[in-house]
T-cell receptor, first 113, second 115 residues
Framework: NAGVTQTPKFRVLKTGQSMTLLCAQDMNHEYMYWYRQDPGMGLRLIHYSVGEGTTAKGEVPDGYNVSRLKKQNFLLGLESAAPSQTSVYFC????????????FGPGTRLTVL | QQQVKQSPQSLIVQKGGISIINCAYENTAFDYFPWYQQFPGKGPALLIAIRPDVSEKKEGRFTISFNKSAKQFSLHIMDSQPGDSATYFCAATRDRGSTLGRLYFGRGTQLTVWP
């Protein structure tokens, strides 16, 4: 099992460009999450999904969109990248509610110039 | 509003010493408190977790102490080793009655253990 994988690992964008980050999990998990990690700010939830076809806003959703067309995939889109979106992005998945452990991917380091 | 407050932001400990990281929360509906460990260049991974019906949980050199009345919990790393050098995140969530499964993370503590 590969667990949670993220594509790409690194990316540099210019302001205004768009891109999509792909997250895939092979554990048949219902729940998937997108976080961003910035120095001194911890992990902040961007969007999450409680099942195929569902999405919901997290703590810092502005400037991002997501889609969960297939259970195993969770896509994070930036329509018009801004320097404030420079960050490390982590995807995670879990079986379901509460006690179920969240499994994180290796992260995508995004720089917006 | 930050749901979980974590301190210190950074911690330097000598090999063999005890590392202590503290967290506090406000929402009394939280009933599951995990700690995640993150090594440089990697994603966080679950280290140990506790529920509020016990005051302490120990796994090897790692211990969580939980004070329900004070709404505080802490991670103790005994006999700290250089391999423990990582960023540690405390978190909290609602388990019973929740449909979200959302974790609220502290801001993290960067632990450095000197050899």
């Amino acid at each position: 099992n590969a667990g949670v994988t993220q594509t790409p690992k690194f990316r540099v964008l210019k302001t205004g460009q768009s891109m999509t980050l792909l997250c895939a999990q092979d554990m048949n998990h219902e729940y998937m999450y997108w976080y961003r990690q910035d120095p001194g700010m911890g992990l902040r939830l961007i969007h999450y999904s409680v099942g195929e076809g569902t999405t919901a806003k997290g703590e810092v959703p502005d400037g991002y969109n997501v889609s969960r067309l297939k259970k195993q995939n969770f896509l994070l889109g930036l329509e018009s990248a801004a320097p404030s979106q420079t960050s490390v992005y982590f995807c995670a998945s879990s079986q379901g509610v509460g006690l179920n452990e969240q499994f994180f991917g290796p992260g995508t380091r995004l720089t917006v110039l | 509003q930050q749901q979980v407050k974590q301190s210190p932001q950074s911690l330097i400990v000598q090999k063999g010493g005890i590392s202590i990281i503290n967290c506090a929360y406000e929402n009394t509906a939280f009933d599951y408190f995990p700690w995640y460990q993150q090594f440089p260049g990697k994603g966080p991974a679950l280290l140990i977790a506790i529920r509020p019906d016990v005051s302490e949980k120990k796994e090897g050199r790692f211990t969580i102490s939980f004070n329900k009345s004070a709404k505080q919990f802490s991670l103790h790393i005994m006999d700290s080793q250089p391999g423990d050098s990582a960023t540690y995140f405390c978190a909290a969530t609602r388990d019973r009655g929740s449909t979200l499964g959302r974790l609220y993370f502290g801001r993290g503590t960067q632990l450095t253990v000197w050899p």
